[in-house]
């Protein structure tokens, strides 16, 4: 039966007209920009640019007197509901998505240093994080002062008057330190910086650093947000807690006048809570381009929807696998937080009471002059576990830190993370948690 109901134009497609040509018909015809579908999801904005109702529209949105979408190196509707999505689960006011997590980093980091502004990172850090921090930061003239996530006079020690941000993340990769996300911000807080915490593996689903204290936080999307690994993206968070307006000779890049926007203040603008969001989107995404596709932001979508059931699978399967592990011969040491003995257990307890996450490590027996060709062949047996630099994914995941994720820190840096050529790192899918088991102790029997 044929649908008379609806007009094709509000049905969202414009009626065929036998006036145009060929060339102009292939182009225009079958769609009305500022169409509203009803989409029981949201759908995939897979555009470039966007098309402006007047001259007037667009002089607005490019001065920033008014909000909107200009171009999608900036944002996209499907990037939109995404950035309220994340902001939302972490209990934040708003959110910046980019095109990976670590670009979601160096972004937020850019925009809190500004221009001569100086770093404290935590010794336990991802290894690419820790590229970023000592290499690429300081060829910008950003220097970065690494200490002991877990030394409360050192984190004091190493801020200067030129410092801007303090970083670390809320469970380390890889050997799963648990951050006293407390105790760090209120020292952050004392001299008058923000906290800033990748909390990739920790998630939303099992803690909040801005109830803890922490006033941006980062994901890389690609990890457990989305939870496929089929793509990469990244969030950063603002909490709204951070007050830049009470010291506005120390962030002229919020409180003074914006360069290229004549006079505006984007404190006076946009606000707390909005004001960050604005100069990383304005600046940092626009002038050097890390977007996210809007079919990433889509397929990261879906797998937020199953997050808190994926998480909750992976980390109670994790912790068994830990336990495990910690009686097996062939096995020195298991990180993992969960365990009772474990130097952050206490924390873990404190902060993590959902669970701890899935990505942890454990130590092979022997000494590291002769253990890494048993490394190789412990990964060379595994049938479930797949060697892949990545975690969080639905798949249960093996890396060897020492010489892939971590490759590039110097002995000293790996023993300071508390990795070692021993330290086996795993990220726990949703298999069978028998299976992963059994898999485990065949590769360790047979190596």
Request: net charge negative; hydrophobic share 45%.
């Amino acid at each position: 039966m044929t649908d008379v109901a609806v007009p094709p134009r509000e049905r969202g497609f414009a009626t065929p007209s036998i006036e145009r040509g060929f060339a102009t018909t292939q182009v225009h015809t079958g769609f009305t920009p500022g169409t509203t579908w009803s989409t029981a999801v949201p759908p995939i904005h897979q555009t470039a640019a966007y098309e402006f109702s007047s001259l007037q529209e667009a002089a607005d949105l490019f001065a920033l007197r008014k909000a909107g979408i200009i171009y999608s190196r900036n944002a996209s509707p499907t990037q939109q509901v995404l950035e309220e999505r994340v902001a939302a689960l972490e209990g934040g006011v708003s959110a910046v998505a980019v095109a990976s997590g670590q670009a979601a980093v160096a972004v937020t980091l850019l925009a809190l240093a500004g221009r001569g502004g100086h770093i404290v990172a935590a010794d336990q850090l991802y290894g690419g994080t820790v590229d970023l921090l000592q290499d690429t930061l300081d060829d910008f003239g950003i220097p970065v002062t690494f200490v002991d996530q877990d030394d409360a006079d050192a984190w004091r020690a190493a801020i200067t008057p030129q410092t801007r941000v303090l970083f670390a993340e809320t469970v380390a990769n890889p050997i799963a330190q648990v951050l006293d996300i407390r105790l760090v911000a209120d020292i952050a807080h004392e001299a008058g910086v923000p906290l800033v915490v990748d909390s990739t593996v920790g998630t939303p689903a099992l803690i909040r650093p801005g109830e803890h204290g922490a006033d941006f936080v980062v994901h890389s999307a690609t990890k457990f947000l989305s939870g496929h690994g089929t793509s990469l993206g990244g969030v950063v968070v603002d909490q709204g807690t951070f007050d830049f307006g009470a010291e506005p000779g120390r962030w002229p890049q919020f409180t003074g006048p914006y360069r290229r926007f004549g006079d505006l203040v984007l404190w006076d603008r946009f606000g707390q809570g909005q004001a960050f969001a604005a100069l990383v989107k304005s600046k940092y995404v626009h002038d050097l381009g890390p977007s996210l596709s809007p079919f990433n932001a889509w397929q990261i979508l879906q797998g937020i929807e199953t997050l808190d059931l994926r998480v909750a699978r992976q980390s109670a399967s994790a912790l068994t696998i830990a336990r495990h592990l910690a009686q097996h011969p062939s096995v020195a040491r298991v990180h993992h937080p969960g365990l009772a003995g474990n130097p952050w257990h206490d924390l873990a307890q404190r902060y993590l009471p959902n669970g701890v996450p899935s990505v942890f490590s454990f130590d092979l027996v022997g000494s590291e002059s002769d253990v890494t060709a048993r490394v190789a062949r412990v990964i060379e047996e595994l049938r479930i576990f797949r060697l892949v630099a990545n975690l969080g994914d639905a798949r249960s995941l093996v890396a060897h830190p020492a010489s892939m994720t971590h490759s590039h820190l110097t002995a000293t840096q790996r023993a300071a993370a508390g990795i070692s050529l021993n330290t086996v790192r795993l990220s726990i899918g949703i298999e069978d948690p028998a299976d992963l088991v059994a898999d485990l102790d065949h590769a360790l029997t047979r190596s």
